[in-house]
């Protein structure tokens, strides 16, 4: 009998765990180990902050949800130790950029590797991507890159436009000093 409510926790575990992974555009797979439990109720508060939060989860029930869900690359791979799973949160970098910052205050605290749109992606690219600035920073980068172009453009034609008011202007001029 026991067996049987340790398999149904199992299964309840994992399915927990597929609800985590499948809403999820971003996760990152961290590792906590000699973490005070203080220090990870503050990094639980911080990622709450970005819309993310984190779930200590065993690696062989979260490699079953993965395989699962069909992400083959993370079924695969060879957890060891003590690992956390943050999911959510509508920008990557942010939540990336909140456990990098963290980490760097506690140590103990380290990235493992991340998901990122269903593909796994290393350790240094999850570092990477908390290099980049905030979205709204890259958004209004990409609206200025297509403006350029554009702005070129109208101030061509008002120097077009004020050429011909000048040379009417001149002619003008001219017609009064002739009067």
Known sequence: MRSRELRA??????QSIEGLLVP?????????KGMKV????????????VGSECHVV??????????????????DLKLTGETALVTGGPDAAKVAKTVR????DKPVLGIKCGILN???IPAEQVKALADLPPREILL??????????????????????A?????????????????
């Open 9 to 14: 926790e199992k299964h309840q575990l994992r």
């Open 24 to 32: 999820s555009g971003a996760t990152f797979l961290v590792t906590y």
């Open 101 to 104: 910052d963290f980490a760097k």
């Open 58 to 75: 065993p690696n062989r029930i979260l490699r079953q949800a993965a395989k699962e869900l069909g992400l083959q690359e993370l079924a």
């Open 163 to 179: 050429s011909i008011v000048y040379v009417l202007r001149a002619y003008a001029d001219t017609k009064e000093k002739a009067a």
């Open 140 to 161: 209004a980068q990409v609206l200025g890159t297509l403006l350029g172009p554009s702005r070129q453009f109208v101030t061509v034609l008002n120097a077009k436009v």
């Open 118 to 120: 269903r593909k796994l």
């Open 38 to 49: 203080l220090d990870f109720g503050a990094l639980r508060k911080a990622l709450i902050g």
